[in-house]
């Protein structure tokens, strides 16, 4: 595609339950990050993908936190046992080259509401 | 703690005049980053300035490095109503990922 896209745009969901969020990164992009913004606040890094390497899980908040990315491209992010202080939106970005040093391609997010 | 820290938290200034953002980091960085932020969605890239570099233009933009300080400056000249968004800088301190600060909301009224 021609941007980064994430489904859903919004979700709505019941303390307690398990959410999925996707994230379809740019074609050939080599790296993929996860993100989380609270109301007002600034991006909180959660995981980023590299090609085949291990993943840097070092932002995961808790082991109810986990994401996968299949085939080097989509990615899932999965969040068990959902609370309240994780509703925020929910950002992936992709870079072409692997590192700190390229520019990230956001998508528009996903807003999670923990009701 | 955040590596960026963004300051001021809100500005708001009339169309045509100009807007400073500043942000101050901690450690030593391979690169500095400026994205947009509008409605609270997506990021926008704005600029990228390397540690080597002082200054960088791109069209209304002005950016400044001073790593001696650890800060960089966002200039925006002759603003307009569509700049109202939220700015974040982002370091990169050799490492894998960027690190974001709180943001500046910034407010042009027409």
């Known amino acids: 595609g021609a941007g980064v896209s994430q489904s859903p745009s919004n979700k709505v969901t019941e303390k307690g339950k398990d959410v999925e969020l996707r994230c379809d990164p740019i074609?050939?992009?080599?790296?993929l990050y996860w993100y989380r913004q609270s109301l007002g606040q600034g991006l909180e890094f959660l995981i980023y993908?590299?090609?085949?390497?291990?993943?840097?899980k070092s932002g995961l908040p808790s082991d109810r936190f986990s994401a996968e990315r299949t085939g080097g491209s989509v990615s899932t992010l999965t969040i068990q046992r959902t609370q309240q202080e994780d509703s925020a939106v929910y950002l992936c970005?992709?870079?072409?080259?692997?590192?700190?040093?390229?520019?990230?391609?956001f998508g528009p997010g996903t807003r999670l509401t923990v009701l | 703690s955040q590596q960026g820290e963004e300051d001021p938290q809100a500005l708001s200034i009339q169309e045509g005049e100009n807007a400073t953002m500043n942000c101050s980091y901690k450690?030593?960085?391979?690169?500095l980053q400026w994205y947009r932020q509008n409605s609270g969605r997506g990021l926008v890239h704005l600029i990228l300035?390397?540690?080597?570099?002082r200054e960088k233009h791109s069209g209304r933009l002005r950016v400044t490095l001073d790593t001696s300080k650890k800060s960089s400056s966002l200039l925006i000249t002759a603003s307009r109503a569509a700049d109202t968004a939220s700015y974040f800088c982002?370091?990169?301190?050799?490492?894998?990922?960027?690190?974001f600060g709180a943001g500046t909301i910034l407010r042009v009224k027409s």
């Open positions: 970005a992709s870079t072409l080259l692997a590192g700190g040093g390229s520019e990230q391609f």
């Open positions: 074609s050939g992009h080599t790296a």
């Open positions: 993908f590299q090609g085949n390497s291990a993943p840097d």
């Open positions: 450690t030593s960085i391979n690169n």
């Open positions: 300035i390397r540690s080597n570099e």
């Open positions: 982002a370091t990169d301190a050799y490492g894998n990922k960027l690190v």
